[in-house]
């Protein structure tokens, strides 16, 4: 088959499958009916509309915190919380002009309105170690976030200055705050713990110095029910650390618990068991310095004693005990030294702060019942033998007391003597009492009056006079030998040739006396004929006590 045929064969064909094709018609459509494709950008614009005026509606009002570091804070990313549930997020991070601060925007929610109070407290949570313990441990997972504290303010604000460290006591715990006086904080710290009959029931929430410079104020905060128990009589003291004592009673070590060892804490208790009427809210108290001493019942009123010592004071401390008879009657206030220039010698003058009321309740209605002064009451005492002596409290640490009692023999100090020796013109405003050295000064006297006499001694000379005799004994010691040995040589052997003649004699009579020698036998012979000699002569004996005229008239003869 030719090309020509096959091409003519294959047009031909296409020709009928075009005719048998219809053709489309051209239809125009209708504007009004939209494309199903348009229904889901229609659907998320709504659905964004929504959500932005819901995100309106629900939108809250937007602060400003000011904090010196905006350190683990993210805008867009970091929480505002309160009781761990998000009430805002930080929107923007701003320094300040001087660069001395750090502005954070923050968009609180709807419903975190009352967090414009403005007392609201805000701050960064971070992980910390404190007194209170370890907090924010969660922040090392999840990121630091702000804390946040409502106020109860009226007054509405849109600017706070953020809090460095977290508020011990937020405003929605159930307790109350009290108010302390101490000396000294100690090792006290915000959040050290206070303890009752040692549990935790409380903390420290703040402290500052007074305004004199004398003292510091603390303020604590007891959490409820535990705050029922404090009341007019409660007494606060410092239970940090380990409370160790050495003094003249002995050792005594006490603590409260381990974390009070660490971190430090308070304590307190009722005097006697009795609370008294429950204490307000700030109520001041006195922080004592240990139990001892809060618990410790009012003495009354106390007495200044002036004493002067000649002696060494040294093992004495402020604060050491001043007893009588063992019972304890008060403390030593101060020591002091003075110079006498009439004398040209020194006095340790010593202030004691004693108690007259702990001498019992018969000395106490003598004292308010008596006619006489303190000062002559005193005075008559003295007169007695009343004076203070030093003595020994312990002696490992060296520690003394001072001790009163009645000493006869005591010189007693005049009546109104002059407070610094030598001065004359002033006169002591205080009670003073005799002194007297204690039987150690009187020991190292008599030593050294011993080391005095002694060293009057003439040891040369003696040691001189020692040696010429220890020559001399000498001398004979060598001359009794030299006649030992004489006599060892002439005497000895006539001394043995005496013995050997002692020891003849000594068997001679050892042979006589032998029970088979003749001079026992015949001594036996002997005793037997004076035995039958004795019998003879009894038997005469008594014939003639019945027969005495046979003394005259001879032996009858007997007849039958």
Do not use: C
């Not at 051209?26 to 659905?47: C, E, G, H």
């Not at 991070?93 to 609180?108: G, I, M, P």
């Not at 915000?190 to 703040?206: E, L």
């Not at 030998?481 to 043995?496: F, H, M, R, S, Y």
């Amino acid at each position: 088959m030719s090309k020509e045929e096959t091409g003519e064969t294959g047009a031909g064909k296409s020709k009928e499958a075009d005719e048998s094709i219809p053709m489309p018609e051209k239809r125009r459509q209708r504007d009004w009916i939209p494309s199903l494709i348009w229904l889901i950008p229609i659907l998320a614009a709504v659905i964004g509309i929504s959500l932005a005026v819901n995100t309106w509606f629900q939108r809250g009002p937007e602060i400003t915190l000011v904090f010196n570091s905006a350190e683990g804070l993210e805008a867009g990313k970091t929480k505002v919380k309160y009781k761990e549930v998000d009430i805002g997020t930080v929107r923007s991070l701003t320094l300040s002009e001087d660069r001395s601060h750090v502005l954070v925007s923050v968009q609180l929610k709807k419903e975190a309105r009352s967090f414009t109070a403005a007392d609201s407290r805000f701050w960064i949570v971070r992980p910390r170690i404190a007194g209170s313990g370890v907090s924010g441990l969660s922040t090392l997972l999840f990121g630091s976030y702000i804390g946040a504290d409502a106020g109860v303010s009226t007054d509405k604000s849109d600017t706070f200055t953020g809090l460095e460290v977290p508020p011990i006591v937020t405003r929605d715990a159930s307790g109350t705050q009290y108010v302390l006086h101490a000396t000294d904080i100690g090792s006290l710290d915000i959040g050290s713990p206070v303890y009752y009959r040692r549990i935790r029931v409380g903390q420290v929430t703040a402290f500052d110095l007074d305004d004199d410079g004398k003292g510091v104020t603390l303020r604590i905060f007891v959490n409820a029910p535990y705050n029922k128990f404090i009341g007019i009589n409660t007494r606060f003291w410092h239970a940090s650390g380990f409370d160790m004592q050495i003094g003249a009673t002995g050792f005594t070590l006490n603590a409260q618990s381990l974390a009070t060892v660490v971190l430090g804490g308070l304590s307190f208790q009722s005097a006697d068991e009795k609370l008294g009427p429950p204490a307000k809210e700030n109520t001041a108290f006195v922080l004592a310095e240990n139990q001892t001493k809060a618990l410790k019942e009012e003495d009354g009123q106390s007495e200044i004693i002036l004493l002067n010592f000649k002696q060494s004071v040294r093992g004495l401390t402020p604060g050491a005990e001043v007893s009588f008879r063992g019972l304890l009657l008060g403390q030593v206030k101060s020591i002091g030294i003075e110079y006498d220039r009439e004398r040209q010698e020194f006095s340790m003058p010593i202030l004691v702060e004693i108690y007259p009321n702990r001498l019992g309740q018969k000395f106490v209605e003598y004292r308010t019942q008596s006619k006489y002064t303190p000062q002559q009451r005193l005075q008559f005492m003295i007169n007695r033998g009343l004076s203070a002596q030093l003595r020994s409290g312990n002696f490992l640490t060296g520690q003394v007391y001072i001790a009163f009692d009645f000493f006869p023999k005591a010189t007693p100090v005049k009546k109104n003597a002059p407070q610094h020796a030598g001065d004359g013109d002033t006169s002591s405003p205080f009670l003073q009492l005799p002194t007297i050295p204690n039987s150690t000064d009187e020991i190292q006297t008599q030593v050294s009056e011993i080391a005095r006499k002694l060293s009057k001694v003439p040891f040369d000379q003696i040691g001189n006079d020692l040696q010429d005799t220890l020559k001399v004994l000498k001398q004979m010691l060598d001359s009794t030998g030299q006649l030992a040995e004489k006599l060892n040589d002439n005497v000895a052997p006539e001394i043995t040739a005496a013995m050997k003649d002692v020891r003849k004699t000594v068997n001679a009579v050892e042979r006589t006396l032998a029970e088979d020698a003749p001079l026992q036998q015949d001594l036996r012979q002997s005793l037997q004929e004076l035995t039958r000699a004795a019998a003879s002569l009894r038997i005469l004996t008594d014939y003639f006590e019945r027969h005495p005229e046979s003394i005259i008239r001879g032996k009858r003869e007997n007849t039958q």
